[in-house]
């Protein structure tokens, strides 16, 4: 929502202000528009794999949504650890067998389909609470090969806001590639009287001028939104990882669920009370 809403500010921004002392009419050089759309794809096409493409694809999309992440999905990552946790506490590791194995089926994860319908995050959860019932790993080595997947995770998800962020620096260059063309059809046409000449000069300067305002005024806010997104996204990942180290290493699941709210931004963390309150109320259910 708010990067239609910045769309607009920039467009009124500039065309407005030109508005006021220019005729938009000579903004409209349809060839102009054709040749920055099409050296843009081709960069886009020539600097990306198959693979690269489809991710970009898919995740462009994703900045006209919200976040799936806020404070009552964090509530529920955190009850879902807890009862997970104590149930182990209560009943022992091989208890909570059944959950993982089967975990679309789970009495426990099903309850809270906020997050079991997230493929990744349940796979994490469910990958490192396997480990913790096979029980071959200490808490030091599974701390150090959830960083290495949290990291891998980290990159793939920045791949695509990375290519963006590419092609808004692209398009500047193409822009002006653009423009030399126009010139150069100009310099062919030094006969013609000046008022041709000025509009043919004027039309191949929107080419600079289109290359710096899709770049810098389209563009780039994607990427700046995509990387925002990573960033949220992977914040679960911390969380979950400080809860299941937590546990662990012996801290029972209130504490170890505690571990998890810290790892939280300020604006998506609930309160010490709020959780207290809400693990108290979901117990009665």
Not at 28 to 44: D, H, N, R, S
Not at 259 to 285: M, Q, V
Request: hydrophobic share 45%.
């Amino acid at each position: 929502m708010f990067l239609i809403i910045g769309y607009v500010i920039i467009l009124a921004s500039a065309l407005g202000t030109y508005s006021v002392h220019g005729s938009l009419g000579a903004l409209w050089v349809p060839l102009e528009y054709i040749a920055i759309i099409g050296l843009t794809i081709g960069y886009f096409v020539a600097s990306n794999s198959i693979g690269g493409i489809k991710a970009v694809l898919k995740a462009v999309p994703s900045v006209l949504k919200g976040s799936s992440m806020n404070k009552a999905a964090y509530m529920d990552l955190l009850a879902m650890l807890y009862e997970i946790l104590s149930k182990v506490r209560k009943e022992g590791l091989m208890s909570i067998e059944g959950d993982i194995e089967n975990a679309h089926d789970s009495p426990i994860f099903s309850k809270y389909p906020s997050i079991s319908h997230d493929h990744h995050v349940m796979e994490f959860i469910t990958d490192y609470l396997r480990m913790m019932v096979g029980g071959n790993l200490n808490a030091f080595e599974i701390e150090n090969l959830m960083d290495i997947e949290i990291e891998t995770h980290h990159g793939e998800a920045h791949a695509p806001a990375h290519m963006v962020a590419s092609i808004a620096g692209g398009v500047p260059a193409f822009g002006i590639v653009v423009a030399v063309m126009g010139v150069v059809n100009v310099m062919g046409s030094v006969g013609e009287p000046p008022a041709v000449l000025g509009k043919m000069i004027g039309g191949a300067l929107v080419g600079t001028f289109l290359g710096i305002l899709v770049a810098y005024g389209f563009i780039e806010p994607i990427a700046n939104q995509l990387n925002q997104k990573v960033e949220e996204g992977s914040k679960i990942y911390a969380c979950i990882k400080a809860v299941l180290l937590a546990s662990m290493n012996g801290y029972a699941p209130q504490v170890a669920v505690e571990f998890g709210r810290k790892t939280l931004y300020s604006s998506d963390r609930p309160t010490f009370i709020e959780l207290e309150e809400d693990l108290k109320s979901r117990k009665g259910k």
